[in-house]
């Protein structure tokens, strides 16, 4: 059974860059494509991005001028990059296998940006 | 981008009883690629159907899915205490962007 972990820091200042990896174990990367997602504290879920199993990346319009998922298959692992965040990109991110119905989630790691 | 908008906000049951959820789409869902999840607190969301009307593995026959183009239904039949959640609908494969989900309709006990 395929397991994914979040991993980056808690906390992230205003105008930094947010920095999360996932850990995939149980299964390989491969013939999959991989999603970060986020949930404000008390709201709904929104999309950030995936990256296709060709490689190729497409991400929510609001941030896609912010956003970069990158994959190191060998390592089982995939990125999140998040540049110039702000209090409203405080949020549970969670990292996930498909790019369109979601079947395995990681637990979610919170990000909170402040000074 | 197609919009989502869950009816009701929140839905107030006692076991044994059915629950309907609506999704609604502010334009058609391409191949009904339409999708429903369960949530509860502290944990990740966890995938019930997809395709409109398709059982993730593993998930009960009381939940099921119906609906096509705009309108979109999950229905619980028979709810259990471990039902009482939050659901969101979520529209993907329309190849411009990643998908959108719904605001959510909590199912709480009466």
């Known amino acids: ?115 | 981008e197609i919009v989502l908008t869950q009816s009701p906000d929140t839905l107030s049951l006692s076991p044994g009883e059915r629950a309907t959820l609506s999704c609604r789409a502010s334009q058609s869902v391409r191949n009904n690629y339409l999708g429903w999840y369960q949530q509860k607190p502290g944990q990740a969301p966890r995938l019930l159907i997809y395709d409109a009307s398709t059982r993730a593995p593993g998930i009960p026959d009381r939940f099921s899915g119906s609906g096509s183009g705009t309108d979109f239904t999950l229905s619980i039949s028979g709810l259990e205490a471990e039902d009482f959640a939050v659901y969101y609908c979520q529209q993907y494969g329309s190849g411009i962007s990643p998908g959108t989900f719904g605001q959510g309709t909590k199912v709480d006990v009466k």
């Open chain 1, 1 to 115: 059974q395929v397991q994914l972990q979040e991993s980056g820091p808690g906390l992230v200042k205003p105008s930094e860059t947010l920095s999360l990896t996932c850990n995939v174990s149980g299964g390989s990367m491969s013939g999959y494509d991989w999603s970060w997602l986020r949930q404000p504290p008390g709201k709904g879920l929104e999309w950030v991005g995936y990256i296709h199993k060709s490689g190729g990346t497409n991400y929510s319009p609001p941030l896609k001028s912010r956003v970069t998922i990158s994959i190191d298959a060998p390592e089982s692992q995939f990125s999140l990059k998040l540049s110039s965040v702000t209090a409203a990109d405080t949020a549970v991110y969670y990292c996930a296998r498909g790019a369109w119905y979601i079947d395995h989630w990681g637990r979610g790691t919170l990000v909170t940006v402040s000074s």
